[in-house]
């Protein structure tokens, strides 16, 4: 069972549960309710160890070729029980996803309803097979990118949130060019690797020189829609520029040395700590303003 937790990324839980509550909590001004518990704890990890538990078993031939495989950045079972811990984590995955989601579709309203499955449906179709989104290239990074923005719309469509609002639609797209920029930049570390397992991606087609420019270009087109913000909201626009800076730092990586983007992958794990903390203060002092 500890391999089961591994494959749900505990480091990386807090990156959608955040997003849901973050955005709940400052839609509804405040309020402390069922469903920002249990859509919080939803989020947190069940859906985590979807998102990552299928993609883990799914992808288990090409992950054997990748050295950062079987840590931090991924769990990696052991070649001996590999089938049997995946058939552990798929039965695992079914318990912990279908209460809550049951639960869920049966509090909100239709709209809601149906984002839910749509951003289940993308985490599922991003590695299972005969969808495989994730070897579409372009497609592969917009999926990736709404894992983590799904969990955002569903909380702001969930309290009924004007999608449209000033305050609202900057932040929606901006966190979806920085979850594409993201997931490019994540995919040139592998650029070998999964040419090797047969894999396509969107850094084994553009090849990881273009895809590090597009991951650049794609952080700094966040920031600037940010400026979009109402005041003091805009001041976030800053917080996408060390992202870009960076995913830069490695302009010049080639195919051939594509592993080297590894330890800007590691520095963005980190980053995302520091940058929640901020967007968290940045919350904070707008919602003092306007108290």
């Known amino acids: 069972?500890?391999?089961?937790?591994?494959?749900?990324?505990?480091?990386?839980?807090?990156?959608?549960?955040?997003?849901?509550?973050?955005?709940y909590v400052v839609?509804?001004?405040?309020?402390?309710?069922?469903?920002?518990?249990?859509?919080?704890?939803?989020?947190?990890?069940?859906?985590?160890?979807?998102?990552?538990g299928v993609n883990d078993v799914f992808d288990y031939e090409s992950d054997l070729r990748n050295p950062r495989k079987g840590g931090i950045e991924g769990a990696l079972a052991d070649p001996a029980m590999a089938r049997t811990v995946h058939r552990r984590i798929l039965w695992s995955c079914v318990?912990?996803?279908?209460?809550?989601?049951?639960?869920l579709l049966a509090q909100g309203s239709a709209g809601a309803g149906a984002t839910l499955l749509v951003v289940l449906f993308l985490v599922v179709a991003y590695s299972a097979p005969g969808l495989r989104f994730k070897e579409r290239p372009v497609l592969d990074s917009f999926t990736s990118a709404m894992h983590f923005v799904g969990p955002l719309l569903y909380a702001l469509v969930l309290v009924g949130a004007d999608l449209a609002a000033r305050d609202v639609w900057p932040v929606l797209v901006a966190f979806v060019l920085w979850g594409?920029?993201?997931?490019?930049?994540?995919?040139?570390?592998?650029?070998?690797?999964?040419?090797?397992?047969g894999i396509a991606s969107v850094a084994t087609v553009r090849g990881a020189h273009a895809t590090?420019?597009?991951?650049?270009?794609?952080?700094?087109?966040?920031?600037?829609?940010?400026?979009?913000?109402?005041?003091?909201?805009?001041i976030a626009a800053v917080l996408p520029l060390p992202y870009a800076l960076n995913a830069a730092s490695f302009w010049s990586v080639r195919d051939a040395d594509c592993e080297r983007a590894n330890q800007g992958w590691r520095r963005f794990l980190w980053l995302n700590l520091v940058t929640g903390f901020l967007v968290t203060m940045l919350l904070i002092a707008a919602a003092l303003g306007r108290g």
């Open 180 to 197: 594409m920029a993201s997931h490019a930049f994540g995919a040139v570390q592998d650029v070998r690797a999964d040419r090797e397992g």
């Open 95 to 103: 318990v912990t996803t279908v209460p809550f989601v049951v639960w």
């Open 27 to 52: 839609a509804t001004s405040g309020r402390v309710d069922a469903l920002l518990v249990v859509g919080t704890l939803f989020f947190l990890a069940p859906y985590n160890l979807l998102m990552y």
């Open 212 to 234: 590090v420019v597009a991951a650049t270009v794609g952080y700094l087109l966040a920031a600037a829609t940010l400026v979009a913000l109402p005041w003091p909201g805009w």
């Open 1 to 23: 069972m500890r391999q089961v937790l591994a494959a749900s990324r505990p480091f990386s839980w807090i990156n959608t549960a955040y997003p849901f509550a973050a955005g």
